[in-house]
């Protein structure tokens, strides 16, 4: 027995002296610094710190210190390598050590490498001796000092601008004049002036005070109010109020305002969920992003890339040393096919109603204008837009935030041309063939009950020159029903429905009654336009490109760099193409054509009416519709234009955008 505790005894006095003799290493202490480090525990890493050095910082301040100079500086990929020397090399006996370290990271600004020397002092506390870290600013970049500061400042890329195609600004980046107020000079009657400015600016005291009352005011620096907008730049009445003064900013700008709203869309200062969806992709706070039109679609190439500039700040508040600095990447300026003249042009004309308007030039596909009516001003978004005037678009009736030149219509009588061309390609119309038709209204038989087709020429021998001059519904529907659905549906479909056209402005696919028309009723409806036949205006120009390209139908493109592309060769036969330009140019310049009022004697406009009825039945009086026109020069072809306006019932139907159309013309071709 007592051997046995003898033997516990030395056992345990054995393990105690060999516990007491392992060494303990100022490398063990450093590399834990180091690996607590590079995971960003701030909280471990303080754990290592020498007893003064814990004197000298408490451990919140020190994991503040970083997280927030780290955050500040948008730190990423950080590494942190020890370059310790070897074992026998050092001298541990001594009390303090100095060993070195090297640091990268990824920024703001751009990568930031050093390399600096740690000093490690040995300390006893209730565990024993040991290495423990004495810290000093020194240690987060080797040139900061205690009371310095480490800055981030993010250089904001200048974003790209995008022009017509003769250079004219649509989407600038231009001088405003933005309106605030300093608090300590508002003078003896604060209240007085805050009136007089919420006057000028049609805003209210309230507004004013909402950010006079921010959280980073301070009464001697100048607080911003308003961007003044394009057609209120006269700065003189603002200046005579007490406090109130201007500075110049550079903010994105339109030009050409509603008559280029939904082709521009306009940008907005990104938002707290849009910011953290992007933070990954280079946004910061204070960024603005395309929120609509062509400044979402090429947000990627518009946007450009931020630059950055790291520094340290000495204890007065000055530069001292910049760690880090990377230069901004503009956005890419963008040139587009757009003609801005024309695209104003055909905004006023379509100002005061709800429609839109397509024009191409239709040897090359490249489009010349996109309107939509109604529209809004994309620059009050920018420069300051008041709840009134969001309040009052918003509730409008005729949406005027809607895009309409990518939305899907009736076509109505437009259709009939590509009818007419696939009645010559089946061989169920010939070219001199005569249909006889008697009266106003036409059903097929028996079958079809009360329901029929109308017509407004009577006129009992109808070629197909006269079905295109009187826009006979009935010869149409009659070819429709002898080609038959299928053979019908399978031709019309090769004009692009139901298939996804190369676009920058995303639009959902034409239809055919979603490709299955039921009954021969809908299908002869849908021969003239009317049916469930739903297409784009964007997709109508196109269609009719190959009128004028010889059968070749284009993809319309909107970029300048693009170039002409072919979207269904030989779609239609050069004969048939040069029978259907005859017909279109009779629509006009025969005296009896639906077209005729477009007609001007020193062009040869080919072109097609349309009126498409939007009701739920043919007994439905209580529906509107929609008036459509799509023409061009036959002999200087530069010029395609589609125009469609909503609510023409009662006004004339097709008829009403006729005057429209005409003045287009005339003043593209002056």
Same mark, same amino acid.
């Given at each position: 027995?007592?051997?046995?505790?003898?033997?516990?005894?030395?056992?345990?006095?054995?393990?105690?002296?060999?516990?007491?003799?392992?060494?303990?290493?100022?490398?063990?202490?450093?590399?834990?610094?180091?690996?607590?480090?590079?995971?960003?525990?701030?909280?471990?890493?303080?754990?290592?710190?020498?007893?003064?050095?814990?004197?000298?910082?408490?451990?919140?301040?020190?994991?503040?210190?970083?997280?927030?100079?780290?955050?500040?500086?948008?730190?990423?990929?950080?590494?942190?390598?020890?370059?310790?020397?070897?074992?026998?090399?050092?001298?541990?006996?001594?009390?303090?050590?100095?060993?070195?370290?090297?640091?990268?990271?990824?920024?703001?600004?751009?990568?930031?490498?050093?390399?600096?020397?740690?000093?490690?002092?040995?300390?006893?506390?209730?565990?024993? +001796?040991?290495?423990?870290?004495?810290?000093?600013?020194?240690?987060?970049?080797?040139?900061?000092? +205690?009371?310095?500061?480490?800055?981030?400042?993010?250089?904001?890329?200048?974003?790209?601008?995008?022009?017509?195609?003769?250079?004219?600004?649509?989407?600038?980046?231009?001088?405003?004049?933005?309106?605030?107020?300093?608090?300590?000079?508002?003078?003896?009657?604060?209240?007085?002036?805050?009136?007089?400015?919420?006057?000028?600016?049609?805003?209210?005291?309230?507004?004013?005070?909402?950010?006079?009352?921010?959280?980073?005011?301070?009464?001697?620096?100048?607080?911003?109010?308003?961007?003044?907008?394009?057609?209120?730049?006269?700065?003189?009445?603002?200046?005579?109020?007490?406090?109130?003064?201007?500075?110049?900013?550079?903010?994105?700008?339109?030009?050409?305002?509603?008559?280029?709203?939904?082709?521009?869309?306009?940008?907005?200062?990104?938002?707290?969920?849009?910011?953290?969806?992007?933070?990954?992709?280079?946004?910061?706070?204070?960024?603005?992003?395309?929120?609509?039109?062509? +400044?979402?679609?090429?947000?990627?190439?518009?946007?450009?890339?931020?630059?950055?500039?790291?520094?340290?700040?000495?204890?007065?508040?000055?530069?001292?040393?910049?760690?880090?600095?990377?230069?901004?990447?503009?956005?890419?300026?963008?040139?587009?096919?757009?003609?801005?003249?024309?695209?104003?042009?055909?905004?006023?004309?379509?100002?005061?109603?709800?429609?839109?308007?397509?024009?191409?030039?239709?040897?090359?596909?490249?489009?010349?204008?996109?309107?939509?009516?109604?529209?809004?001003?994309?620059?009050?978004?920018?420069?300051?837009?008041?709840?009134?005037?969001?309040?009052?678009?918003?509730?409008? +009736?005729?949406?005027?935030?809607?895009?309409?030149?990518?939305?899907?219509?009736?076509?109505?009588?437009?259709?009939?041309?590509?009818?007419?061309?696939?009645?010559?390609?089946?061989?169920?119309?010939?070219?001199?063939?005569?249909?006889?038709?008697?009266?106003?209204?036409?059903?097929?038989?028996?079958?079809?009950?009360?329901?029929?087709?109308?017509?407004?020429?009577?006129?009992?021998?109808?070629?197909?020159?006269?079905?295109?001059?009187?826009?006979?519904?009935?010869?149409?529907?009659?070819?429709?029903?002898?080609?038959?659905?299928?053979?019908?549906?399978?031709?019309?479909?090769?004009?692009?429905?139901?298939?996804?056209?190369?676009?920058?402005?995303?639009?959902?696919?034409?239809?055919?009654?979603?490709?299955?028309?039921?009954?021969?009723?809908?299908?002869?409806?849908?021969?003239?336009?009317?049916?469930?036949?739903?297409?784009?205006?964007?997709?109508?120009?196109?269609?009719?490109?190959?009128?004028?390209?010889?059968?070749?139908?284009?993809?319309?493109?909107?970029?300048?760099?693009?170039?002409?592309?072919?979207?269904?060769?030989?779609?239609?036969?050069?004969?048939?193409?040069?029978?259907?330009?005859?017909?279109?140019?009779?629509?006009?310049?025969?005296?009896?054509?639906?077209?005729?009022?477009?007609?001007?004697?020193?062009?040869?406009?080919?072109?097609?009416?349309?009126?498409?009825?939007?009701?739920?039945?043919?007994?439905?009086?209580?529906?509107?519709?929609?008036?459509?026109?799509?023409?061009?020069?036959?002999?200087?072809?530069?010029?395609?234009?589609?125009?469609?306006?909503?609510?023409?019932?009662?006004?004339?139907?097709?008829?009403?955008?006729?005057?429209?159309?005409?003045?287009?013309?005339?003043?593209?071709?002056?």
């Amino acid at each position: 027995m007592r051997k046995s505790l003898f033997g516990l005894i030395l056992m345990g006095i054995i393990i105690s002296i060999t516990g007491c003799s392992k060494e303990k290493l100022p490398e063990d202490t450093f590399t834990s610094y180091l690996s607590a480090w590079e995971e960003l525990d701030f909280a471990a890493m303080y754990g290592y710190l020498s007893q003064e050095s814990k004197e000298e910082i408490d451990k919140q301040d020190f994991i503040e210190r970083y997280e927030n100079i780290y955050s500040g500086i948008n730190v990423s990929n950080l590494k942190i390598d020890s370059k310790l020397v070897e074992k026998e090399k050092q001298n541990t006996e001594n009390e303090m050590i100095t060993l070195p370290y090297s640091v990268t990271m990824e920024t703001l600004a751009g990568p930031i490498e050093f390399t600096n020397e740690a000093k490690l002092i040995k300390e006893e506390n209730e565990k024993g +001796e040991d290495w423990y870290i004495d810290w000093g600013p020194s240690l987060i970049f080797p040139n900061l000092e +205690e009371g310095e500061q480490v800055s981030a400042q993010i250089i904001k890329a200048t974003r790209g601008e995008i022009r017509d195609k003769n250079g004219s600004g649509l989407a600038i980046n231009a001088n405003a004049n933005v309106v605030g107020v300093v608090p300590n000079k508002l003078g003896d009657n604060p209240s007085d002036s805050k009136a007089r400015l919420a006057e000028l600016l049609d805003s209210s005291i309230e507004e004013i005070d909402s950010k006079l009352n921010a959280s980073w005011v301070r009464p001697e620096l100048f607080v911003p109010i308003s961007t003044l907008p394009l057609d209120k730049q006269d700065i003189e009445p603002f200046l005579q109020v007490p406090g109130v003064a201007i500075q110049e900013k550079v903010v994105r700008t339109y030009p050409f305002g509603e008559a280029a709203a939904h082709l521009t869309g306009y940008v907005r200062e990104i938002n707290a969920e849009q910011l953290e969806e992007l933070k990954d992709k280079g946004y910061s706070s204070g960024d603005v992003i395309g929120q609509s039109g062509l +400044e979402s679609i090429l947000e990627k190439d518009l946007k450009g890339k931020n630059g950055g500039h790291i520094f340290i700040k000495d204890k007065n508040g000055e530069f001292k040393e910049t760690l880090a600095k990377l230069e901004p990447v503009p956005g890419k300026d963008i040139q587009l096919t757009i003609d801005a003249v024309l695209q104003e042009k055909i905004y006023q004309q379509l100002a005061d109603e709800v429609g839109t308007a397509v024009a191409l030039n239709p040897t090359n596909g490249s489009v010349l204008s996109l309107v939509s009516t109604p529209a809004f001003d994309p620059n009050a978004f920018v420069r300051g837009l008041s709840e009134e005037q969001w309040e009052s678009w918003s509730n409008d +009736e005729n949406s005027p935030f809607l895009n309409r030149f990518m939305n899907r219509y009736t076509p109505g009588s437009v259709f009939k041309t590509i009818t007419a061309a696939v009645g010559l390609k089946t061989g169920v119309t010939e070219l001199d063939e005569v249909r006889k038709i008697d009266g106003r209204y036409w059903s097929k038989d028996d079958t079809w009950g009360d329901y029929y087709v109308t017509r407004v020429h009577e006129k009992s021998s109808v070629t197909l020159k006269d079905a295109f001059v009187f826009s006979d519904n009935i010869f149409f529907a009659q070819e429709a029903l002898e080609m038959g659905k299928e053979t019908f549906i399978k031709e019309v479909t090769m004009y692009g429905f139901e298939e996804e056209m190369e676009f920058p402005f995303s639009m959902t696919p034409s239809t055919l009654a979603n490709g299955e028309i039921k009954n021969e009723i809908q299908l002869a409806d849908t021969a003239y336009g009317q049916g469930e036949v739903m297409i784009s205006p964007i997709h109508l120009a196109a269609i009719y490109t190959a009128f004028t390209n010889n059968g070749d139908m284009l993809y319309p493109h909107l970029l300048a760099d693009d170039e002409r592309k072919v979207w269904k060769e030989n779609l239609i036969d050069t004969e048939i193409v040069e029978k259907l330009n005859d017909y279109l140019l009779q629509v006009v310049e025969d005296p009896a054509g639906t077209a005729h009022g477009t007609y001007i004697p020193s062009m040869s406009i080919a072109g097609k009416t349309g009126t498409a009825e939007i009701k739920a039945s043919k007994d439905d009086d209580s529906g509107t519709e929609n008036g459509w026109f799509i023409g061009y020069d036959t002999e200087n072809s530069q010029l395609l234009l589609t125009m469609m306006i909503e609510d023409v019932k009662e006004r004339g139907g097709s008829s009403f955008a006729i005057p429209k159309v005409k003045s287009i013309f005339e003043f593209y071709h002056q």
